[in-house]
């Protein structure tokens, strides 16, 4: 009997840290429209336009710079419809520091919807881009 108590008892005090931990977190910054810039750890990042391509494909026009990097658009997610669109190519060369632009293409023939965010991450820092 004792023992059930005691399971209750660190059953609430868990359910009462969690409520303490989901309470006390920050809230997601808000989405970046087309033209906004991200400084996304020691990246800058500036999202000028999205459109679909022939073929099931969506090209994103970036400017990225801010310091060296081989492949800068390895960072670049995009969601398409609720799901992961894979990478297809770049035009984005190394950096080193001085603002390019450049374009990313992503393949979005299973996507069935219209909807399209763009991420990029740099360690542990993201911003987002709602595109369509």
């Excluded at 500036?46 to 710079?65: H, K, M, P």
């Amino acid at each position: 009997m004792l023992l059930s108590v005691a399971c209750g008892l660190a059953i609430m005090l868990a359910g009462a840290a969690f409520l303490f931990q989901l309470a006390s977190q920050d809230d997601l910054e808000p989405p970046l429209a087309v033209g906004d810039s991200a400084e996304v750890g020691d990246m800058v990042v500036t999202v000028s336009a999205g459109s679909d391509l022939e073929g099931g494909r969506y090209l994103v026009e970036v400017t990225i710079g801010g310091t060296d990097d081989e492949q800068p658009a390895e960072d670049f997610r995009l969601i398409a419809a609720g799901r992961q669109a894979p990478f297809v190519e770049t035009t984005c060369r190394p950096t080193d520091g001085a603002d390019q632009s450049c374009e990313v293409t992503f393949d979005t023939s299973v996507a069935d919807g219209v909807s399209r965010v763009l991420f990029y991450e740099r360690g542990d820092r993201q911003a987002r881009w709602v595109l369509g």
